[in-house]
């Protein structure tokens, strides 16, 4: 039997792994569930799993949240507060921990999952973005296990050879990673039409349903940008041992091509379900409720290079890959300002990417030795961003 926590329980990803740990209860039993805002759905999910603990990151919703526990007789005690998410992330009693908050506000419970030196299903990619090597150095000092959640990421793991070593992508022979990305909404929206684009437009992923952040983040390639400093962090790749492939249908999650001229891919329905019952179970298989590939009604797969002239963000992160961390937790830092603007209405879509690579232009080179440092260039970024959004809206 296995303990769970989940950070960000209530969102799409925190909702997926709750439905994958239904069909298994013989086998997982939850022990803290989280969430920021969305009291009323944790509590129906905690009359559901039956946890230990219950997190209210923001303190307003507290005392509701506890009318609401003791209301339906739940057992569980009820904390609040960012402190308390590192508290149900590291302690004993949990086994494993799905770190699937979105955002920056990922980054220190996750973190402290990581130094418990728990088995920890990453699917927060800012966190990594933000802290890059000082993530990895502390997965590799505490023994955690990191396993990556990210659909991409967790196809790009599952064609890697068992044997593979961090860091050593020639000994096991390989050429490039192959990073696949559906191009969003607006893949073949005439360039001149983007800017009056809507957040719900924006929010209406062709394939796959998500939280607000990263759809908006997969409309502007932003996401692919992530994942491609995802990429190079989780697997020690250099940035230039990694290929974006626009792939619209989102079957082939990702590939590994070899020296000897094989590609490996990992194809499935998308449906998150599949990379979480993956992580949750490895080394084994375990059920997800994800329907079949049905090969006899297959469409057709097409796949072409990526417009930078449509997708700035994504050039902008791909340069930023190979600048430096501070390059990385800047631009990190700058897009979620800009998106929230976005979503509010302050900012039209493509003043995101405006915004991004102004941010981008005003920062200048610098070490971050320590997570602390990380937070506080972070803060700083968000600052400048804030200013730059006064421009640029
Ligand atoms: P979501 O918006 O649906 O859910 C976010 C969760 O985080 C919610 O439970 C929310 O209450 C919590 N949260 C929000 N702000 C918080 C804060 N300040 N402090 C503490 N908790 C906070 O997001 P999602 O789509 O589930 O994505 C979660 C993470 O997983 C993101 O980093 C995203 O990039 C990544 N991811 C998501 C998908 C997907 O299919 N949804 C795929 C790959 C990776
Ligand atoms: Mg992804």
């Not at 339906?72 to 921990?97: F, R, T």
């Not at 080394?283 to 090969?295: N, Q, T, Y």
Request: charged share 15%; glycine share 6%; hydrophobic share 40%.
């Amino acid at each position: 039997m296995q303990n769970i926590t989940v950070l960000g329980a209530t969102g799409s990803i925190g909702q997926s792994t709750l439905d994958v740990i239904a069909r298994h209860p013989d086998q997982y039993q939850v022990h803290a569930l989280t969430c920021h805002q969305q009291v009323e759905s944790l509590i129906q999910q905690a009359i559901i799993h039956q946890p230990k603990f219950l997190v209210i990151t923001d303190p307003a919703y507290y005392v509701q949240a506890q009318q609401l526990a003791k209301q339906a007789k739940l057992s569980a005690e009820v904390l609040s507060g960012a402190e308390s998410l590192q508290y149900v992330a590291e302690h004993p009693h949990v086994d494993c921990v799905m770190a699937a908050i979105v955002g920056a506000a990922g980054l220190l419970p996750t973190l402290s999952a990581v130094k418990a030196g728990k088995k920890v299903l990453l699917a927060n990619k800012e966190s990594l973005v933000m802290s890059g090597s000082l993530f990895i150095q502390e997965v590799q000092r505490s023994g955690a296990i990191l396993l990556p959640i990210d659909s991409e990421h967790n196809a790009i793991f599952q064609c890697l050879p068992a044997t593979y070593q961090y860091g050593k992508p020639q000994q096991s022979g390989i050429d490039k990673i192959l990073l696949t990305g559906s191009g969003g909404p607006f893949l073949t929206t005439p360039v001149a039409e983007l800017a009056s684009k809507s957040p719900q437009q924006a929010c209406a992923h062709p394939n796959w349903d998500m939280g607000r952040k990263i759809s908006v983040d997969s409309a502007t390639m932003m996401n692919k940008g992530l994942e491609f400093i995802e990429v190079c962090w989780l697997f020690g790749v250099s940035p230039q041992q990694v290929d974006v492939v626009i792939h619209p249908q989102s079957v082939i999650h990702s590939m590994v091509q070899y020296n000897d001229g094989s590609v490996l891919a990992q194809l499935g329905n998308p449906d998150m379900r599949t990379p979480i019952a993956h992580a949750m179970g490895y080394p084994e298989r375990i059920e997800s409720g994800v329907a079949k590939l049905d090969f006899s009604n297959m469409q057709n797969f097409s796949f072409s290079q990526p417009d930078y002239q449509r997708f700035p963000n994504l050039k902008l992160a791909i340069e930023a890959a190979s600048q430096g961390q501070y390059a990385s937790t800047a631009l990190n830092a700058a897009n979620e300002v800009a998106v929230a603007a976005f979503l509010r209405g302050q900012l039209n879509f493509t003043g995101i990417a405006k915004l991004n690579n102004e941010v981008l232009q005003r920062v200048t080179s610098q070490s971050l030795r320590s997570i602390d440092e990380v937070i506080a260039y972070d803060q700083q970024v968000r600052r400048q961003a804030q200013q730059c959004l006064q421009e640029v809206a």
